[in-house]
């Protein structure tokens, strides 16, 4: 089969290769690809590949379905989240990590759904209810920024999105948030949650216009820039405040529920994936550098000829 591997360049991350078909462990199905996405996070990790055969979101037709009986059946379409291996022509899937689709959602919707959004999903549960309070999300422009402004506009908080494009300013407001800055700096605290996501600059500016024991959620480092915090700024404001980190992958538990609850909602017209490119698969490498540079807003999503 055809599949994307990683080459360790910069300028072309991933090259196309013949490799051979995957072999489904008893829980996994095997799935045709239609469309898979690709994160800002991955291009960090095809920095230094290690062997990491790349891909995490597919959609998909199961051609196999799972020896053990589990799962969906031949011919179902469904969406995963794998560990990797995804950009490729078949993926194995283990079935707790797939959830079927309704007709009518597009390969493509589905493809941007899962790691972003499933970070979005956990991040909130980890922020607690977000009714009534005043929240702050650095780098709303991403794919994960998308999902959390809607999900928590959606749960009733007061949303102050962050976002270096000012064109995206209106559909965040469409989206449900109060208001838009170009960074955090720009806000007008105090919070009662701060997600954060940028590092840097961006951080302590963040963590500045947080209420008196609110909570700041740190998530990324989209800046790949270090953060420096000062013990003694947290007497001029923050004072008690808690700072925890959040890794997606933490929570416990398989990514089949999560799948279903976010399929469940872009059918019902409840959430609404930001997709900045299509393209043919044949260009992930150009796709791949352009979205490392931030010349792609929200997800990107690439499509194999049996779409």
């Known amino acids: 089969m055809k599949a994307l591997i990683a080459t360790g360049r910069a300028d072309e991350p991933v090259a196309l290769a013949d490799l051979d078909e995957p072999v489904p462990q008893p829980d996994q199905a095997l799935v045709r690809v239609a469309a898979f996405s690709v994160n800002r996070g991955e291009t960090f990790k095809l920095e230094n590949p290690q062997g990491w055969l790349p891909g995490k979101d597919i959609a998909g037709t199961v051609v196999r379905a799972a020896a053990d009986g589990s799962g969906p059946s031949a011919g179902e379409r469904v969406v995963a989240h794998l560990p990797g291996g995804g950009w490729a022509e078949l993926a194995a899937a283990t079935t707790a990590d797939l959830v079927a689709l309704p007709p009518y959602v597009p390969f493509t919707t589905a493809a941007a759904l899962p790691l972003a959004g499933i970070t979005a999903l956990r991040l909130l549960r980890a922020a607690g209810s977000v009714t009534g309070r005043r929240v702050l999300i650095t780098g709303a422009s991403g794919g994960v920024g998308h999902y959390v402004v809607e999900l928590a506009a959606a749960a009733g908080a007061e949303i102050t999105a962050v976002s270096a494009t000012p064109e995206r300013g209106r559909r965040l407001r ?30 302590p500016a963040a963590l500045a216009r947080l209420a008196p024991h609110g909570t700041l959620i740190w998530f990324g480092q989209a800046s790949r820039e270090p953060v420096t915090l000062d013990f003694f700024d947290f007497f001029a404001g923050p004072e008690g405040a808690t700072l925890r980190h959040f890794h997606y992958a933490d929570a416990p538990g398989p990514y089949g529920p999560d799948l279903a609850t976010l399929v469940g909602l872009v059918a019902s017209g409840r959430l609404h994936p930001e997709i900045g490119r299509v393209a043919d698969w044949a260009g992930t490498a150009r796709v791949l550098t352009d979205l490392r540079e931030r010349r792609i807003v929200g997800n990107a999503v690439l499509t194999l000829e049996n779409i």
């Open 174 to 203: 469409e989206l449900g948030a109060a208001a838009v800055v170009p960074d955090a700096a720009a806000a007008s605290g105090p919070f009662d949650v701060v997600l954060e996501s940028v590092g840097g600059r961006s951080l």
